[in-house]
C-alpha cells in the first residue's frame, strides 16, 4: 500500500504563530485530503486537494502531486487550531484510502 | 440539525457480546463509510456503500457486518466482541466518488471488558 507520512508528529506554538506541516505520500494519488480532529474527537475535512493550492480563512493547502507532497499551511494560529491533523490519500489502484499518523498541534494562548 | 448522526455514542460490553452502531446522514448523500480509530489515533478505512451496496470492504474480519437499508443509513454489526475491537468508530458520508470530500459523524466509543 501507499505509505503516508506527516511531520512534524508533535508542534507547540504560541497564539498567532504560523506553522507548515508537511504530508509525503509515496505512489501516485487520486486524490488528497486534509482533516483535522479536535480535542473533542470531531473529525472535520478542511481540504480536498489532488493538486494545486486552496485557501480557507487562514488555512491553506498546497498539493505537489508530481513530488507526491502535500503542505497545510496555518497562519496566525488560534488555540481553537490545536488537535491532530490528518493526511489521507486514495492510490490510484482502487479503492484504497490511507491516513498518515497525524500531526498534533498545540497552540497556546 | 446534525449532518451525520451517530449512536450511541459511548458502548462499553463484555467480550463475547454482539452489538450495533446505527448511523443515519441527512446530507442526501450516496456513498458512506465506516472507519476504526484505535488507540494511537491511527484512522483505517473499514468499509463503503454507494447507493446501498458494498463497494470496498477493506480486511476486516467477518464478525462485522454493515448493513444499509437505504441510501440515508449505515449500520455496523460486530458479532463475538473482542478485546481488541475497542475503538471509536466514525461513520462518514459524501457526495459523488467514493473518497470524495467526507462528513465525519461525531463517533462511537467502543470499550470491549
Known amino acids: 500500500g501507499i505509505q503516508v507520512e506527516q511531520s512534524p508528529p508533535d508542534l507547540i506554538l504560541q497564539e498567532g504563530a504560523n506553522s507548515t506541516l508537511r504530508c509525503n505520500f509515496s505512489d501516485s494519488v487520486n486524490n488528497l485530503q486534509w482533516f483535522h480532529q479536535n480535542p473533542w474527537g470531531q473529525l472535520i475535512n478542511l481540504f480536498y486537494?489532488?493538486?494545486g493550492t486552496k485557501q480557507n480563512g487562514r488555512l491553506s493547502a498546497t498539493t505537489v502531486a508530481t513530488e507526491r507532497y502535500s503542505l497545510l499551511y496555518i497562519s496566525s494560529s488560534q488555540t481553537t487550531d490545536s488537535g491532530v491533523y490528518f493526511c489521507?490519500?486514495?492510490?490510484?489502484?482502487?479503492?484504497?484510502?490511507?491516513f498518515g499518523s497525524g500531526t498534533k498541534l498545540n497552540v497556546k494562548p | 440539525d446534525t449532518a451525520v448522526s451517530q449512536t450511541p455514542k459511548y458502548l462499553v460490553t463484555q467480550m463475547g457480546n454482539d452489538k450495533s452502531i446505527k448511523c443515519e446522514q441527512n446530507l442526501g448523500h450516496d456513498t458512506m463509510y465506516w472507519y476504526k480509530q484505535d488507540s494511537k489515533k491511527f484512522l483505517k478505512i473499514m468499509f463503503s456503500y454507494n447507493n446501498k451496496e458494498l463497494i470496498i470492504n477493506e480486511t476486516v474480519p467477518n464478525r462485522f457486518s454493515p448493513k444499509s437499508p437505504d441510501k440515508a443509513h449505515l449500520n455496523l454489526h460486530i458479532n463475538s466482541l473482542e478485546l481488541g475491537d475497542s475503538a471509536v468508530y466514525f461513520c462518514a458520508s459524501s457526495q459523488g466518488p467514493v473518497y470524495n470530500e467526507q462528513f465525519f459523524g461525531p463517533g462511537t466509543r467502543l470499550t470491549v471488558l
Open positions: 489521507a490519500v486514495e492510490g490510484y489502484n482502487f479503492n484504497k484510502f490511507y
Open positions: 486537494i489532488p493538486s
